[in-house]
């Protein structure tokens, strides 16, 4: 069943330049997608016109057949989605405990502790250290929390952009051994990330995007090859889906 499809979409900041141009994939329940390309391709307005954060100017998004397209960010949290920003993620002056409990107000008051407890079990780095003030956590940790408030409404589509920029490799390969466990729980996952060896050791799929447009979508283990890789990023090949 098709948990996400976006049908030629267009998107950015000023209608008349836009940055994502005429982009359709679909991405299926319990997936996970990552979506490469070199800088500037598109890839964080994308999921940022998903998720409510970028004007969207033509075509369509639909989560689990319903259109969403153009939905502020805080109704889409209630409709299954979540998202989790590069930059500005958590709250740096609030402890771990807070930075859930402000998250956990989207649900009713009877599943907020329980939820929060759920999510300590997943993160028990975090369910250590409930009152350590969030910015004193490592770089790894703090993209745990971030992962760990945009979990706790229990969304069935997660999307995150970078979640290892600026990451020593030792906390890369921490984010991506805790997303691999998010993945596993069932979850749709969709990642933006430059780190392309990680990306696609975790994900199925994947879809590179080229000058805003779709230049590849088709199995993680074809992009192994580093020539057709390099092909794409430079935009010198097109290939249709699946290719």
Do not use: W
Request: with cysteine; aromatic share 4%; charged share 20%.
């Amino acid at each position: 069943m098709t948990a996400l499809a976006l049908t030629d979409l267009s998107a950015g900041y000023d209608r008349d330049l836009p940055i994502v141009k005429g982009v359709s994939f679909t991405v299926e329940r319990g997936e996970a997608v990552s979506i490469l390309g070199p800088n500037g391709a598109g890839k964080s307005t994308m999921i940022k016109a998903i998720a409510g954060l970028v004007p969207c100017f033509g075509g369509g998004v639909r989560l689990d057949g319903t259109d969403i397209t153009g939905l502020a960010s805080h109704v889409l949290v209630g409709k299954g989605m979540g998202f989790v920003p590069q930059t500005e993620n958590i709250f740096t002056r609030l402890t771990i405990l807070e930075n859930l409990q402000i998250a956990a107000q989207l649900l009713p008051k009877q599943d907020r502790a329980g939820r929060i407890d759920a999510m300590f079990a997943m993160f028990p780095d975090l369910g250590s250290r409930p009152r350590e003030i969030a910015g004193a956590l490592s770089g790894g940790q703090r993209q745990m929390l971030a992962a760990a408030r945009a979990l706790l409404t229990e969304p069935r589509v997660l999307m995150l952009d970078e979640p290892s920029a600026g990451l020593s490799p030792k906390l890369v390969g921490q984010v991506f051994d805790t997303l691999r466990r998010i993945s596993e729980t069932g979850v749709t996952l969709v990642l933006v990330e430059q780190n392309v060896r990680a990306a696609l050791a975790l994900t199925e799929r994947a879809l590179v995007l080229v000058d805003g447009q779709l230049a590849h979508d088709g199995p993680a283990d074809a992009l192994h090859d580093g020539k057709l890789l390099g092909e794409l990023f430079l935009g010198h090949r097109t290939a249709e889906a699946g290719s």
